[in-house]
């Protein structure tokens, strides 16, 4: 038996059995199954007349993530590249519904940090969820914000979204929003999902797509579910 891989939390493991393979891991990460979240990989198999061909069980056992620890490894990372930036500021994470919310606080700095239409905080976002998988060996939830740009944009597109919702069913014709990326499209979506008298679809290629606007009744495409339900 070889084990595939091991880390200070997480730790890939085989046996006879599922449960042998469990218990290796437990005890070679020194925790309880309670402390433990844990995916088998192969059930394993007794092979013919419990002998030929017979299959190891696999699983993995990872330590249940600590929200605390996450948050503040977070806070680390994000101040020192912040702090190579040259950027003076005040890295806070909080946990809402399993997802860290980043807060940064700048000394006049906020525009530098959030670019055209959010463009740089999404490629900051982006930049230190990878920094932060690598180190944990696992994906991380988060979004970073900076002086409350997020919750404002996100009103203003449903704020947008809600006009040029009430002016394509004034004037019957399709209306079209900006190139958006996939979040701020599911804004647009989801903002008009209860209105019986219009429909959303998305149109374009690359990762900036537009969102159209069109009455209910004329026979137009399928709105993007993906992008609906997120």
Known sequence: MQNQEVTSDRIVDEGKTVDNAIEKGLERLGITREEADIEVLDQGSKGVLNFIGVKQA???????????????????????????????????????????????????????????????????????????????????????DVGGYRQRRVAALKSKAVSLASRVKASGKEMQ?????????????????????????????????????????????VPEEAEQKG
């Open 177 to 221: 929003v900006e190139p958006l990326s996939a979040a701020e499209r599911r804004i647009i979506h989801l903002a008009l999902v209860g209105d019986p008298q219009v429909k959303t679809f998305t149109i374009g290629d690359g990762e900036l797509k537009s969102v159209v606007i069109a009455p209910q009744r004329r026979n137009t495409r």
């Open 58 to 144: 696999k699983v993995v056992v990872r330590k249940k993530d600590d929200m605390a620890g996450t948050a503040s490894k977070i806070e680390e990372l994000l101040s020192n590249v912040l702090t190579l930036m040259g950027v003076d500021s005040k890295v806070s994470a909080g946990i809402e519904e399993d997802i860290h919310k980043v807060k940064i606080d700048t000394k006049g700095a906020d525009g530098l940090l959030i670019g055209k239409k959010g463009q740089n905080l999404e490629a900051l976002e982006h930049l230190l969820r990878r920094m932060v998988g690598k180190q944990l060996k696992r994906s991380v939830r988060m979004q970073i």
